[in-house]
């Protein structure tokens, strides 16, 4: 890969885990509920673009940049995963479950459907 391809996949990875933080906390601020949706919704919009990336068939250094540099830092499976130990920690069971559930079936649907559309671009 290219200095240039490597600069570009520190300089999205960064502006998409700083857009990560920033659209995670902002559903924060608006609920008191402690089911982790502003992760949620980035993880599940991250595998919709990511589907739409293979779909695309994109390849070569710009698949690293696009999806290792950018879809990559947008999205957080270990955020996923403190947020349900978080909820277990607090006794919120059913809140557990359906964190993983949501995040595995609407997940799976959102990259098949992404890579579906990617397809047909």
Known sequence: ??????????????????????????????????????????????TLALGLVAGAALEGEA??????????????FSTWMLDSHRLADAGHSRLVWLNLGLSLVVGFAAVAAGHWLGAAL
């Open 63 to 76: 698949l690293v940049v696009v999806a290792g540099g950018g879809i990559g830092s947008f999205t957080t």
């Open 1 to 46: 890969m290219s200095a240039t391809g490597w600069v570009a996949v520190g300089l999205l990875g960064g502006a998409a885990a700083a857009a990560r933080f920033l659209i995670d906390a902002s559903f924060a601020a608006r609920t008191d509920h402690p089911f982790p949706l502003g992760v949620l919704a980035i993880n599940l919009a991250g």
